[in-house]
């Protein structure tokens, strides 16, 4: 794989290929950050971010950790000392996933979000940016309450990040897309270059195959799952043995969320995934990609009982060293 197509690899939309292609053309110590408000224990939002994280890494770029305190905070995600507990918390897990501790740097940022050139620059750009523009921005991020002012600095903020931080390339799931445009308009107002920026998929919600798998309501998958806990949210997993399942009856779009699992979760980690079958089932049998799965599924001759019960023992090795380390913590 070429450094583009590794720094690309599952990427639901890349702002503009152009831009990552010059980038890919020496990303040898090049920059690159997610930000994510900090909320404790990880889940698998956090995880799917922190794969792409990995592969930039394996393609010599630096990566920068945001813990978003303050964009937490004006979130209405606690008081401030408690929101900077979880980040701790946070770093940890992170650490233990994967990522590469000389390759990472975590930053607080609360560090440099409050020093006097930071805040005039957000001052500067809520001159100039509408009200209607800062809350479309906003839409997709936050609870669905009342917009409070708060919300409104929140994107100025995030969008001024990629300037201090001064990384070189902007990575978030789909739903920091509006932000990321907000920041490619916004920026060279204040004399910043634009910076390019890759969104990772949202998975589909575990149980319906619809909408969004989310932290907050349904059924997640966390640091947290014990090896039973992740077999039995699999086990009721939907699993049509398609990757491409009908609408429902409402016209509602629906998705595999095993085989986006798979494909987004477990392919980028392992060389190869072995199904344990016995021998009247039809035996072991080793997938080296994705595709080649998805195949065996579509096909009949992998049963989606089968998949579900690989991916869940895969995904228990994925998260079993951060699960630790969480017990450790609170030990
Ligand atoms: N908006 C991100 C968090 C974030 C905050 C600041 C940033 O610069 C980047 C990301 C989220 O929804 O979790």
Redesign the pocket.
């Known amino acids: 794989m070429d450094d583009y197509d590794l720094i690309t690899r599952n990427a639901e939309e890349v702002v503009t290929e152009e831009e990552v292609e010059d980038l890919a053309a020496d990303p040898e110590g090049k920059r690159a950050y997610?930000?994510?408000?900090p909320s404790g224990v990880l889940h698998v939002g956090h995880l799917l971010t922190a794969n792409k994280l990995i592969d930039l890494q394996e393609a010599g770029m630096d990566v920068v950790v945001?813990l978003?305190d303050v964009?937490a905070y004006l979130n209405g995600k606690g008081t401030f000392e408690e929101i900077r507990e979880t980040a701790e918390q946070m770093r940890e897990q992170f650490l233990a996933y994967g990522l590469d501790a000389e390759q990472t740097e975590f930053v607080y940022?609360s560090e440099y979000q409050l020093d006097e050139d930071f805040v005039l620059d957000v001052h500067q750009m809520e001159l100039s940016t509408s009200l209607n523009r800062a809350q479309r921005a906003m839409a997709e991020?936050q609870g669905g309450d009342t917009a409070k002012v708060s919300h409104l600095v929140y994107p100025l903020?995030?969008a001024l990040?990629?300037e201090y931080l001064d990384v070189d390339l902007a990575v978030?799931g789909l739903?920091?897309r509006k932000?990321h445009m907000l920041a490619r308009e916004e920026l060279p107002d204040l004399d910043y270059d634009v910076r390019p920026a890759l969104h990772t998929p949202i998975i589909a919600d575990l149980t319906t195959g619809e909408g969004k798998m989310a932290s907050s309501a349904g059924v997640t998958i966390s640091m947290e799952d014990s090896a039973d806990e992740l077999e039995d949210k699999i086990n009721s997993a939907y699993c049509p043995p398609t990757a491409d399942p009908e609408p429902t009856e409402d016209g509602v779009e629906r998705e595999n969320p095993v085989l986006e699992l798979f494909q987004y979760h477990v392919f980028p980690r392992f060389d190869a995934v072995t199904v344990e079958r016995p021998d009247e089932y039809g035996g072991n049998v080793t997938y080296e990609d994705y595709e080649e799965l998805a195949e065996a599924l579509e096909n009949g001759e992998l049963h989606p009982a089968d998949a579900k019960g690989t991916l869940a023992a895969y995904l228990d090795d994925l998260i079993a060293p951060g699960r630790e380390r969480l017990d450790e913590l609170r030990a």
């Open positions: 997610v930000g994510y408000e945001l978003a964009h940022g991020l903020m995030q990040d990629i978030g739903d920091q932000v």
